[in-house]
């Protein structure tokens, strides 16, 4: 589905991951889960295209759900894996990851593990190379990526922009992934390395000319950047 100029999403009603298309080169940005994998090759058929054609995956941020099929397309095609310096060690799993411990017994939960099982989630998939980046950098990659750091959800979480759009990651979402309840807010604290910080980093965002904001979880933000951030310190720590 495109949700702006040159920039499809991909995924499931769970979990988003983007491919923009420059020419006949493509950048994904994040990865979903490994068992994502046919939803990419499906989009790249559709479009003529081959995964030949990726030029680079950047990650937001190196939770599983976001690093996917990304060692899968470094292995298989030489593709570079981007992602903030900071998360380089949980992503080649030098760092232990964490495994998130929330009311499970919540339905929306219950689904989202099952769906993590059925896609490969399990065990956390892991990135043998990656090419570090820092914040402030413009990525040489279709798309050209500025790279603004704003921890708290992770050490090395970022949002991605690309003209007038954000790939947010998880730095905001568009739902709450306990309920189901739309609105912008920050992810839970059982998912978050520390909330406080992902709150302070917000204020990264405020001001940016941003038409589009697109997520890791719920749908694309087209009310402006100032408003989602102001809903989602509304909303605060959960």
């Known amino acids: 589905m495109k949700v702006a100029p040159g920039v499809h999403r991909l995924g499931t009603s769970l979990i988003n991951f983007y491919v923009i298309e420059e020419g006949e080169s493509f950048t994904v940005v994040d990865a979903g889960l490994p068992g994502y994998w046919p939803f990419l090759t499906e989009f790249l058929d559709s479009s003529g295209s081959s995964p030949a054609d ?8 190196a939770h599983v ?4 099929f990304s060692e899968r397309l470094r292995a298989q095609r030489g593709v570079p894996v981007h992602m903030h310096v900071d998360d380089a060690a949980l992503a080649t799993g030098r760092e232990k990851a964490r495994f998130p411990m929330g009311p499970i017994w919540r339905p929306v939960l219950l689904r989202y593990l099952a769906h993590g099982v059925k896609h490969k989630g399990f065990p956390f998939p892991t990135v043998l190379e990656v090419a570090a980046f820092d914040d402030g950098e413009v990525l040489d990659v279709p798309g050209r990526l500025q790279v603004i750091h704003a921890p708290g959800h992770t050490k090395g979480s ?6 007038n759009v ?3 990651g998880d730095v905001l979402a568009t739902v709450n992934i306990t309920t189901g309840e739309a609105g912008p807010r920050i992810g839970p604290s059982f998912v978050n ?4 910080q992902a709150l302070l980093s ?7 000319d941003i038409d589009t904001v697109l997520v890791g979880h719920g749908d694309p933000w087209t ?11 509304q909303v605060g720590i959960w």
């Open 166 to 168: 954000l790939f947010a």
């Open 54 to 61: 990726i030029a680079a995956v950047v990650v937001t941020h």
């Open 158 to 163: 970022c949002v991605l922009r690309s003209g």
């Open 65 to 68: 759900d976001h690093i996917g």
């Open 202 to 208: 917000l204020d990264r965002l405020v001001g940016l």
């Open 193 to 196: 390395d520390d909330s406080e």
């Open 223 to 233: 009310g402006g950047i100032d408003e989602a951030v102001r809903q989602a310190r």
